[in-house]
Each structure stands twice: as structure tokens, then as C-alpha cells.
């Protein structure tokens, strides 16, 4: 793709980790974490975009943003590993490329909360249509319409429409959405017998993240 300057997000550098391996050296291309949460995704890229401006006074804005991560699949049909996508303006040529690369077009749903479990999963899908659902991508849509910037969503599926996640990390979540080690611990001490079900988690998420290393590669280096 013949892109001079891409900014990726990703929520959070495990998303982000194989395709950071990727794109090292890689020119053009830049990798912003940016927390979890519209809240935190909004003000990371704002933040971002504003310092680009200072330091360069009339740097051109990026000529693409895309949000990455995981997502929750709340269509059936969806598969773990599988990636998806959304274009918040048209192009034509990204969404041919991201076809090519065997990424599939989705309608995404943007949630305050983590989906957790089968039912929240399909009150969501009732309610809303959507194929799959995130916490960020609506609002670094939003910035970037704002600003003129072609923006997309492509995001993995981490966790299917017919599984519960083992626990419920909204629970666990300090005030900014990040991850509470502490009340972890304190939840897997509580119940040792998720250990297994974390771990199987964390494979999972791990393959996921390189599914959507692999196709992100396809689309965004010459």
C-alpha cells in the first residue's frame, strides 16, 4: 500500500506486540497505544496529532489512521483468529486490499463495558445488528473525521459469539479501564479453578494478535 504515513492504534501492546516485530524498521508507519476506552483512545490520538503539530509546526496529517486490537465476535459465524473490518471513509483501494489479505467486511458495535458473557453477547447483537464488539474504534473515527484523516477499523476476533471470557475483567478494571493486578490475584485466589481458562485465554489472544499481525503486514508496508 502506498501509504507515506500510517498511524496504527492498538488499546494495548499485547494487541500490538506481533506486528510491532513486524514493522520495526519499517518507514512510515507508526504504533500508538492508546488505552482502553473511548475516553482513552479519543484523548491518545488528539494528544498525538496536536504534538505532531507542534514539533513540526506544518507536518502533514497522517495519510491514514487505522484502530486495531481485539474484538468480540457477537455474529456466529465468526471464528477466532478472523480478521474484520470497517471503513470510516471511503477507499476503495483499502477495502480491496483488505479483502485480498482474507480480512472480512463487519458492522462494529462501540461499548462502553466489556461483553463477557454468551448472553451480553447476543442482547448486544439483538440490539444493535452488529457483527462485533470494541471499545475504541468509534471514537478514533470520530477524531479523525473531524481533522480530514482517512480513518479504518481492523480488528481480530478474540473472543466468539458462544463463549463466556472466564472472568469478568469489567470487575477488574481500575477507574481508567486499566487492568487491576490486584483485584486479579485477589479473584483467581477466590477461584483457582480459572487458571486453566485464563491461560487458554491468553493462547487464544496471543494467536488472534498474529492473525491481525499478518494482515495488517499486507496492507500497510510497500
Known amino acids: 500500500?502506498?501509504?507515506?504515513?500510517?498511524?496504527?492504534?492498538?488499546?494495548?501492546?499485547?494487541?500490538?506486540?506481533?506486528?510491532?516485530k513486524m514493522a520495526a524498521g519499517k518507514s512510515g508507519v507508526s504504533i500508538l497505544i492508546v488505552g482502553i476506552g473511548r475516553e482513552n483512545a479519543e484523548k491518545s490520538v488528539r494528544d498525538f496529532l496536536a504534538g505532531q503539530t507542534r514539533l513540526a509546526g506544518t507536518l502533514a496529517p497522517p495519510d491514514l489512521v487505522l484502530t486495531c486490537g481485539f474484538a468480540g465476535g457477537l455474529n456466529p459465524d465468526l471464528k477466532l483468529g478472523d480478521v474484520v473490518f470497517e471503513l470510516g471513509t471511503?477507499?476503495?483501494?483499502?477495502?480491496?486490499?483488505l479483502l485480498a489479505a482474507s480480512a472480512k467486511p463487519a458492522k462494529?458495535?462501540?461499548?462502553?463495558?466489556?461483553?463477557?458473557?454468551?448472553a451480553e453477547k447476543k442482547k448486544l447483537r439483538a440490539e444493535t445488528g452488529a457483527d462485533v464488539v470494541e471499545m475504541e474504534s468509534a471514537a478514533i473515527q470520530a477524531v479523525c473525521a473531524v481533522r480530514g484523516i482517512p480513518c479504518a477499523t481492523a480488528r481480530v476476533i478474540s473472543d466468539t459469539a458462544d463463549e463466556d471470557l472466564p472472568l469478568d475483567f469489567n470487575a477488574l478494571s481500575k477507574p481508567d479501564k486499566s487492568l487491576d493486578f490486584g483485584k486479579l490475584f485477589f479473584a483467581i485466589a477466590k477461584s483457582p479453578g480459572k487458571i486453566g481458562a485464563l491461560m487458554q485465554l491468553q493462547k487464544k489472544t496471543s494467536f488472534a494478535a498474529k492473525q491481525l499481525a499478518d494482515v495488517l503486514a499486507k496492507i500497510t508496508f510497500p
Request: net charge neutral; with cysteine.
Open 1 to 20: 500500500m502506498a501509504q507515506s504515513s500510517i498511524i496504527v492504534c492498538f488499546a494495548l501492546k499485547e494487541e500490538a506486540a506481533p506486528f510491532r
Open 90 to 97: 471511503r477507499n476503495s483501494e483499502l477495502g480491496t486490499q
Open 108 to 118: 462494529f458495535f462501540c461499548a462502553d463495558r466489556i461483553a463477557t458473557t454468551v
